[in-house]
């Protein structure tokens, strides 16, 4: 069965950093032809776009929110896509989810229906 399961979400001071992981198992393509994003869902709020990567990774971009804190990469080799985390505020509080696109670079999607694939989240908690 297809899926995407993600990890690394904690418990954080603010100020502190993670590194979430995103692992691809039995995509009916290659790992390497999907354009990857992570988008995120604070507690009783709607879905937030965080950030994108193309497929080989040598093009991302991420919201306004989180430019020059987080960073997205990918180990095509692993099938795995990252997020770090850095300077973590209160309000990135929330769940992460990873998604994937086949042969598209993802925009700045929020829904879900534009994705293939979405992960079950892990959730990133950022408190003092």
């Known amino acids: 069965e297809e899926q995407l399961v993600e990890s690394g979400g904690a418990s954080v001071q603010p100020g502190g950093s993670l590194r979430l992981s995103c692992v691809a198992s039995?995509?009916?393509?290659?790992?390497?032809?999907?354009?990857m994003s992570w988008v995120r869902q604070a507690p009783g709020k709607g879905l937030e776009w965080v950030s994108t990567?193309?497929?080989?990774?040598?093009?991302?971009s991420y919201a306004d929110s989180v430019i020059g804190r987080f960073t997205i990469s990918r180990d095509n080799a692993k099938n795995t896509v990252y997020l770090q985390m850095n300077s973590l505020k209160p309000e990135d509080t929330a769940m992460y989810y990873c998604?994937?696109?086949?042969?598209?670079?993802?925009?700045?999607?929020?829904?879900?229906?534009?994705?293939?694939?979405w992960g079950q989240g892990t959730q990133v908690t950022v408190s003092s």
């Open positions: 998604a994937a696109r086949w042969g598209v670079l993802p925009a700045r999607w929020t829904d879900r229906r534009q994705y293939d694939y």
């Open positions: 039995d995509l009916p393509f290659s790992f390497s032809t999907y354009g």
């Open positions: 990567i193309d497929s080989d990774g040598g093009t991302t």
